[in-house]
């Protein structure tokens, strides 16, 4: 799976150097909750941090990856809000899936996210919650099972509720989307 974000906050918001760093935001709260039951799970007690080598051993097991839908942002306003993000460069999502043969989902969080990756795959953008199969044949993987022949892998988008407490749901609903994933 790969999770596609807008753009970090500003280095000074952060609670660890990974992806979604920022102590209010509830991306690992969130993936604590349906993974482990608990929205505190990757959280380290007293500290209003995150533990950053426990998430990053739970990516690697579940085969988790994140990157940005941008490489270059201009802020407009000094927060991260999506609203006063503009997009400079964008990141060329084709390619980064060329690189990530064994991508099978493609998520993003975000409105924004959403709409540079819907408008770069030539694909509608799927509603909260939902998935669209990435149909164009130069973004379709192979599979490589042993004793399987090749067969067409495609890959679904998902667009899933934004992670920041911005984002009008309570961590509870916003768990229910994001669970979908792993089913």
Not at 44 to 55: Q, T, V, Y
Not at 105 to 132: D, F, M, R, Y
């Amino acid at each position: 799976m790969l999770f596609l974000g807008s753009f970090p906050p500003q280095p000074h918001r952060w609670s660890m150097p990974f992806y979604y760093p920022n102590w209010i935001n509830d991306f690992w709260r969130i993936l604590g909750l349906i993974r482990f039951g608990d929205k505190d799970y990757f959280c380290i007690p007293g500290e209003k941090r995150f533990d950053e080598a426990l998430i990053r051993r739970f990516c690697a097991d579940e085969g988790l990856a994140f990157y940005d839908t941008a490489c270059e942002v201009r802020r407009l306003k000094d927060n991260a809000s999506d609203a006063f993000l503009e997009v400079v460069t964008p990141t060329d999502i084709p390619a980064l899936l060329r690189r990530i043969p064994a991508c099978r989902a493609l998520i993003t969080t975000g409105e924004k996210a959403t709409g540079i990756v819907a408008e770069q795959l030539n694909c509608p953008p799927p509603a909260v919650g939902e998935s669209v199969e990435i149909a164009d044949d130069a973004f379709t993987r192979v599979s490589h099972d042993a004793g399987h022949p090749a067969v067409p892998a495609p890959i679904r988008f998902w667009r899933m509720p934004s992670t920041s407490r911005a984002y009008p749901l309570p961590l509870a609903q916003k768990a229910e989307y994001y669970r979908r994933l792993f089913v």
